[in-house]
């Protein structure tokens, strides 16, 4: 299918490794040119090189902390006028209810909640005075279903998806598209530490607090950065302009919902 991305221009943030990579992999398959970012330099630059070897398209690179409001402003500036922005940052650390700080929901609430709003306000209004945008934040199963030790992250995230779900309708009507796609368990370094951290809550080895983790999930193992990628990849192309505001689920059966 041509998604009819061609020539488009994303930043795509929190992207050398992990989901945020897949999503970048796909739009740059789909002939889209890239900004990407990380916090750290070698592995930003090592998958730039293999999406400009792969798939011939311009790749920027931007070493910063998206959760800081200098690294939003260095976004913004080198992204220049986006058509897409694929918001992402690393989840907060896995804990329990008695021990989080107010300063533990700051940070949490700077990185799954106040850093994608912020690049949404910066680059939504350049996509709606040219009449197409799509914006895709990835958040977590964690919206849908509680998961008692991501509290941090769920309460940030719902958070957002409360901002999307009225934003996405005042933003629809000028060509821009705001969707959230949602994660359950990926094989990604996050996931593997969040089994080592299941592996010290439970008593067990790594091997087996990871069988423990997928079989709880219909499909029987963890998604891939690659399906993934193409979920965003086909919620920022051009066929999917009727979906406004929409959670979808990646999580392999995973939360058991009927709708
Ligand atoms: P990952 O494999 O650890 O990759 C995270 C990527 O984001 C890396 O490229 C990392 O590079 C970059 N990054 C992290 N913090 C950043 C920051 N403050 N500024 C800029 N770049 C940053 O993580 P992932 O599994 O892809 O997860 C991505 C998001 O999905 C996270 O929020 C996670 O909580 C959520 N999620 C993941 C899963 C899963 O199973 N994988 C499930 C549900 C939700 P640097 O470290 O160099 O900055």
């Not at 705001?178 to 080895?205: F, K, W």
């Amino acid at each position: 299918m041509d998604l009819g991305l061609t020539g488009k221009r994303a930043l795509v943030c929190a992207s050398s490794k992990g989901l945020g990579k897949g999503c970048a992999m796909a739009l740059g398959e789909a002939g889209v040119d890239l900004v990407l970012n990380a916090r750290g330099s070698a592995a930003l630059e090592a998958t730039a090189e293999e999406i400009r070897g792969l798939y011939g398209v311009s790749v920027t690179t931007v070493v910063t902390d998206v959760t800081t409001p200098d690294g939003q402003a260095a976004l913004i500036e080198a992204a220049g006028n986006p058509d897409i922005l694929v918001n992402n940052a690393g989840g907060p650390p896995p804990g329990l209810w008695p021990d989080w700080t107010r300063d533990d929901f700051i940070k949490a609430l700077d990185a799954n909640m106040l850093a994608p709003i912020a690049l949404m306000t910066a680059l939504m209004p350049g996509m709606m005075e040219r009449g197409w945008g799509r914006v895709v934040n990835i958040t977590s199963m964690s919206v849908r279903a509680p998961v008692a030790v991501l509290g941090l992250s769920g309460a940030a995230r719902t958070g957002l998806t409360g901002y999307v779900a009225g934003t996405a309708r005042q933003v629809a009507g000028s060509g821009v598209t705001i969707n959230n796609l949602l994660p359950g368990l990926h094989a990604t370094d996050r996931a593997v530490s969040l089994d080592q951290a299941a592996a010290e809550a439970g008593g067990v080895s790594i091997a087996e607090a990871q069988a423990q983790r997928q079989a709880t999930i219909p499909a029987g193992r963890y998604g891939t950065i690659e399906e993934f990628g193409a979920a965003c990849a086909f919620l920022c192309s051009k066929q999917a302009g009727f979906i406004i505001g929409q959670n979808l689920l990646l999580d392999g059966g995973a939360v058991n919902l009927t709708m």
